[in-house]
Nanobody, 124 residues
Framework: VQLQASGGGLVQAGGSLRLSCAASKGTFSSYVMGWFRQAPGKEREFVAGVSRGSSVTSYADSVKGRFTISRDNAKNTVYLQMGSLKPEDTAAYYC??????????????????WGQGTLVTVSS
């Protein structure tokens, strides 16, 4: 499967952005999908995940209540709606697909496919 992330940009603190990740060449509905981010000089970290049928979502504590992950299996796309953005949300954001598990995992090594990343910059 190929993943293409988009929607990043520059936004002021308190603003919103929606990231999208389109999948091709695979059975999108059979993958658990996740968003990760990596800030300069830091390790990649889990942001949010959604189960195959959208019934279960999971969030990092740092984004809970501000970010919402969703997916549209008919469009082979997963979204990350980000609100109340903070400067510490500045990072490259990556979508990822786990083709092996039914449940959401927060470990990046469990994900089989990765998008190229889209940069989010939040100014103070």
């Amino acid at each position: 499967v190929q993943l293409q992330a988009s929607g990043g940009g520059l936004v002021q603190a308190g603003g919103s952005l929606r990231l999208s990740c389109a999948a091709s060449k695979g059975t999108f509905s059979s993958y658990v999908m996740g968003w990760f981010r990596q800030a300069p000089g830091k390790e990649r970290e889990f942001v949010a995940g959604v189960s195959r049928g959208s019934s279960v979502t999971s969030y990092a504590d740092s984004v809970k209540g501000r970010f919402t992950i969703s997916r549209d299996n008919a469009k082979n796309t997963v979204y990350l709606q980000m609100g109340s953005l903070k400067p510490e949300d500045t990072a490259a954001y990556y979508c990822a697909a786990d083709a092996s598990r039914w449940s959401i995992t927060r470990d990046d090594y469990n994900y089989d496919y990765w998008g190229q990343g889209t940069l989010v910059t939040v100014s103070s």
